[in-house]
């Protein structure tokens, strides 16, 4: 899996879009970038996935640059529920093991 | 379809004890992982299974460390002889091979070894 760099904390208000960057400057051609998201004592819940193009579903949009070096997860209109450790993954094996870092802690506030 | 469960939730033991956890995946699930998570980190990989196969151990997973999937549908994560060290969120995820790739996770058993 390639590695990936996210910023240790990010904070956002209420009903404001949150922006979370992760750099994966050494992802490889087949390699999918993941998002998932950890509410405290919580198992990780998936977000989104993407391999090229941009994603969106009711949880969020993923932007992915065009030379796949980096990636933007959007919460258009956070709630202080988002408020969660938010995990970059970019590989994933053909079995699915997935590797995760350290994450962004992202904290919505009123 | 209701989820991926963990028991127990919590778990304390005393240092040199035995402890087992189970993981019931999502019903029809083929593929069930296992990872650690100690404060502050994100999850680590474990082991996997496809069906009643485990078909890849990491080497965090110690000779202390034993898994089954004996048919196929819940697994059980075995510590022996517990360590300090061993205290940690054990989680566990599932997947659907070849529909998607969302792992479900479990809500996590804590096990905290004194």
């Known amino acids: 899996d390639a590695k990936t760099t996210q910023p240790p904390s990010m904070d956002c208000a209420e009903g404001r879009a949150a922006n979370l960057p992760c750099n994966h400057s050494?992802?490889?051609?087949?390699?999918?970038v993941y998002w998932y998201r950890q509410i405290h004592s919580q198992g990780p819940q998936y977000i989104i996935h993407?391999?090229?193009n941009n994603e969106t579903n009711e949880m969020a949009s993923l932007i992915i640059t065009e030379d796949r070096k980096s990636s933007t997860l959007i919460l258009p209109h956070a709630t202080l529920r988002d408020t969660a450790v938010y995990y970059c993954?970019?590989?994933?094996?053909?079995?699915?093991?997935?590797?995760f870092g350290q994450g962004t802690i992202l904290t919505v506030h009123p | 379809d209701t989820g991926v469960s963990q028991n127990p939730r919590h778990k304390i033991t005393k240092r040199g004890q035995n402890v087992t956890f189970r993981c019931d995946p999502i019903?029809?699930?083929?593929?069930l992982y296992w990872y650690r998570q100690t404060l502050g980190q994100g999850p680590e990989f474990l082991t996997y299974?496809?069906?009643?196969?485990?078909?890849?151990k990491s080497r965090l997973l110690s000779d202390r460390f034993s898994a089954e999937r004996p048919k196929g549908s819940f697994s059980t994560l075995e510590i022996q002889r517990t360590e300090q060290g061993d205290s940690a969120m054990y989680l566990c995820a599932s997947i659907r091979q070849g529909v998607g790739n969302e792992q479900f996770f479990g809500p996590g058993t804590r096990l905290t070894v004194l």
């Open positions: 299974f496809q069906n009643e196969a485990q078909l890849e």
């Open positions: 993954i970019a590989g994933g094996t053909s079995y699915g093991k997935l590797t």
């Open positions: 993407g391999l090229k």
């Open positions: 019903s029809e699930h083929n593929r």
């Open positions: 050494t992802i490889s051609g087949n390699e999918y």
